[in-house]
């Protein structure tokens, strides 16, 4: 049982390139979530999906896409990237309902220069 | 919009003391509070969750409590290892979403227990 597994692990990027964070759970759940990390701050939430088709925004969203095709990948999209994206990435899952235990993956170091 | 404080934000003890690690927030409008530990370079392990009508939750060690009218919670840590070394991270779980866990964090606070 691999839990949530986030590809790259780290990554360095230019200034306008574009790239694909990859998110896979294998638990089934239906909920996930991708969050951002900043030194000195708390993990901030960037978009969510509560099943299959379905996304929405969090707190922080701006530059982002996300698409959730399947229950088990949900993918986060970098359009153009800017050094403000230099962060730590982490995808989160969970069995939908506002009670249950979240998994976390571990993470994507990345760095736009 | 709310705020999650984490005091201390960094904190140093010898092997064996029993600690206290707290958490603030400003809306009591919660479904539960979450107590994660995250080691250097790795992902987060959840190790307590407290439901908004629960007052403590215990796992081995580790105790944490809620008071969601004053907007607190602490994680006692009873006789501290060194491989209790990481950062604890608070979230909470607000309303304002209509699925799921999509939480409000806290610093952190960074700890180190010294053999």
């Known amino acids: 049982n691999a839990g949530v597994t986030q590809t790259p692990k780290f990554q360095v990027l230019k200034t306008g390139q574009s790239m694909t964070l990859q998110c896979a759970q294998d638990?089934?759940?239906?909920?996930m979530s991708w969050y951002r990390q900043d030194p000195g701050m708390g993990l901030r939430l960037i978009h969510y999906?509560?099943?299959?088709?379905?996304?929405d925004q969090g707190e922080v969203p701006n530059g982002y896409n996300v698409s959730r095709s399947t229950t088990e990948d949900f993918p986060l999209r970098l359009l153009s990237a800017a050094p403000s994206q230099t962060s730590v990435y982490f995808c989160a899952s969970s069995y939908e309902g506002q009670n249950t235990e979240a998994f976390f993956g571990q993470g994507t170091r990345l760095t736009v220069v | 919009k709310q705020e999650v404080t984490q005091i201390p934000a960094a904190l140093s003890v010898p092997e064996g003391e029993n600690l206290v690690l707290n958490c603030s927030f400003t809306d009591s409008a919660i479904y539960n509070l979450q107590w994660f530990r995250q080691d250097p370079g790795k992902g987060l392990t959840s190790l307590l969750l407290?439901?908004?009508?629960?007052r403590e939750q215990t796992s081995g060690r580790l105790n944490a409590s809620l008071d969601k009218s004053s907007g607190r919670s602490t994680l006692y840590i009873a006789a501290s290892q060194p491989g209790d070394s990481a950062t604890y991270l608070c979230?909470?779980?607000?309303?304002?979403?209509?699925?799921?866990?999509?939480?409000?964090f806290g610093p952190g606070t960074r700890l180190s227990v010294l053999p």
């Open positions: 999906s509560v099943g299959a088709g379905i996304t």
């Open positions: 638990m089934n759940h239906e909920y």
């Open positions: 979230a909470v779980n607000s309303y304002g979403y209509n699925y799921g866990q999509n939480f409000v």
């Open positions: 407290i439901q908004s009508s629960q």
